[in-house]
């Protein structure tokens, strides 16, 4: 019998009083965000409000000047430059607005890189990127680099990277930006899909009022802070 506490929700994402400036430019001013495992988060608000820069430090791709950051329990500040590069690889998954594949590599190389920057083996690499390119419903692309892809292709195929190294969360920014509305549409749901399949977490900084509306909690940004939130029930 499921008591209280076990169903109470398990937090993957806390920031607190996160700031940065870039020069005498205070782009955050602030942050507090919590993000439960299996959310689907959505950030947005009006171009310079800071979106990027917290996705990018919540990614640790950035260093906050102030504040903390713990992903699934784990102060991630406290990391060295190296552990801090082997946590992310291992433990957050990426997706931007162009993609970003390596047009020398076939659709499953590209997958496949993280896997190997961890450490994993060839045929381990290779039967999880199989796997994913399947759920894309892309594995008849298996072997097409990506000048042979369509974008709606391109955004599946940089997913399923995000997603070979089975990450905590997938941090996605304007994910959606660069496609038309069919294949905006089939990304939005496969978001979903991969959350209500593997329970996976999304943070998505978007500027699609669609993709915004769909998920569970939205969080908006003005001028380097957060001025409130929208749930589904507030819809």
Same mark, same amino acid.
Do not use: C, W, Y
């Given at each position: 019998?499921?008591?209280?506490?076990?169903?109470?929700? +398990?937090?993957?994402?806390?920031?607190?009083?996160?700031?940065?400036?870039?020069?005498?430019?205070?782009?955050?001013?602030?942050?507090?965000?919590?993000?439960?495992?299996? /959310?689907?988060?959505?950030?947005?608000?009006?171009?310079?409000?800071?979106?990027?820069?917290?996705?990018?430090?919540?990614?640790?791709?950035?260093?906050?000047?102030?504040?903390?950051?713990?992903?699934?329990?784990?102060?991630?500040?406290?990391?060295?430059?190296?552990?801090?590069?082997?946590? &992310?690889?291992?433990?957050?998954?990426?997706?931007?607005?162009?993609?970003?594949?390596?047009?020398?590599?076939?659709?499953?190389?590209?997958?496949?890189?993280?896997?190997?920057?961890?450490? $994993?083996?060839?045929?381990?690499? @290779?039967?999880?990127?199989?796997?994913?390119?399947?759920?894309?419903?892309?594995?008849?692309?298996?072997?097409?680099?990506?000048?042979?892809?369509?974008?709606? @292709?391109? $955004?599946? +195929?940089?997913?399923?990277?995000?997603?070979?190294?089975?990450?905590?969360?997938?941090?996605?920014?304007?994910?959606?930006?660069?496609? =038309?509305?069919?294949?905006?549409?089939?990304?939005?749901?496969?978001?979903?899909?991969? &959350?209500?399949?593997?329970?996976?977490?999304?943070?998505?900084?978007?500027?699609? /009022?669609?993709?915004?509306?769909?998920?569970?909690?939205?969080?908006?940004? @003005?001028?380097?802070?957060?001025?409130? @939130?929208?749930?589904?029930? =507030?819809?």
């Amino acid at each position: 019998m499921d008591t209280k506490e076990d169903s109470a929700p +398990v937090s993957m994402i806390d920031t607190k009083g996160i700031t940065k400036s870039f020069g005498k430019l205070q782009v955050l001013k602030g942050i507090d965000l919590h993000v439960n495992k299996g /959310e689907v988060v959505s950030i947005v608000g009006p171009s310079g409000a800071g979106k990027t820069t917290l996705l990018q430090i919540i990614g640790t791709l950035d260093q906050p000047d102030n504040g903390s950051i713990f992903i699934d329990g784990t102060d991630v500040r406290k990391f060295s430059t190296k552990k801090m590069s082997d946590f &992310r690889n291992q433990h957050i998954g990426f997706v931007f607005q162009f993609h970003q594949l390596l047009p020398e590599f076939t659709a499953l190389e590209n997958i496949m890189i993280p896997a190997f920057i961890a450490g $994993q083996s060839r045929s381990k690499a @290779e039967k999880r990127a199989m796997h994913l390119l399947k759920f894309m419903g892309l594995v008849d692309r298996a072997g097409h680099k990506p000048n042979e892809l369509s974008g709606g @292709e391109k $955004q599946r +195929v940089a997913v399923a990277r995000a997603l070979v190294n089975h990450p905590d969360v997938i941090l996605a920014d304007e994910p959606s930006g660069s496609l =038309d509305s069919k294949n905006k549409a089939e990304l939005h749901q496969l978001f979903f899909d991969l &959350r209500d399949q593997t329970g996976q977490t999304f943070v998505i900084v978007t500027h699609d /009022e669609n993709l915004a509306a769909l998920t569970d909690r939205t969080i908006h940004l @003005e001028d380097g802070q957060v001025i409130g @939130e929208t749930t589904k029930a =507030d819809r």
